[in-house]
């Protein structure tokens, strides 16, 4: 049976939120956005739901920490070239985002990502297909 992935991230701005990951590169689902959340699309099956952290509160009995100083999740995905992983990583930080490292060459893996304006870690990673 086909899943879906849904990963629920808190966000400070809302609407920051949405431009910072429009200008990566994201597409949003208008038919599961609201004043307080929204859906972007990562593919087919991979869903971001970007909640307001008003929102995200009432999903959750633990409190929010702040991703600027905390770890709460590492976000990774795969791309199909080297250059695209580049590519994301500068759009990110035309947009706002920053880097948290240089970018990793281990031959069959290259990997570099970003920090969103919110804090939260995305890995970028290229896998070479195997010779």
């Known amino acids: 049976m ?13 609407d920051r939120a949405v431009r910072f990951f429009t200008a990566v590169g994201f597409t949003f689902n208008p038919e599961f956005a609201s004043d307080d959340a929204t859906c972007m699309i990562v593919d087919e099956r991979i869903f971001v ?33 080297r250059e695209d992983v580049d590519a994301m990583v500068q759009r990110a930080l035309e947009a706002g985002g920053r880097t948290y490292g240089e970018p990793q060459d281990h031959g069959f893996l290259y990997g570099h990502g970003f920090e969103d304006p919110d804090g939260h870690i995305w890995e970028l990673i290229h896998m070479q297909p195997e010779s």
């Open 49 to 81: 739901m970007l909640l307001t952290e008003e929102k995200f509160a009432t999903f959750t009995p633990k409190p929010l920490c702040d991703a600027r100083t905390h770890s709460e999740v590492l976000v990774c995905l795969q791309l199909e070239r």
């Open 2 to 14: 086909p899943r879906s992935v849904f990963v629920n991230l808190a966000v400070a701005d809302l």
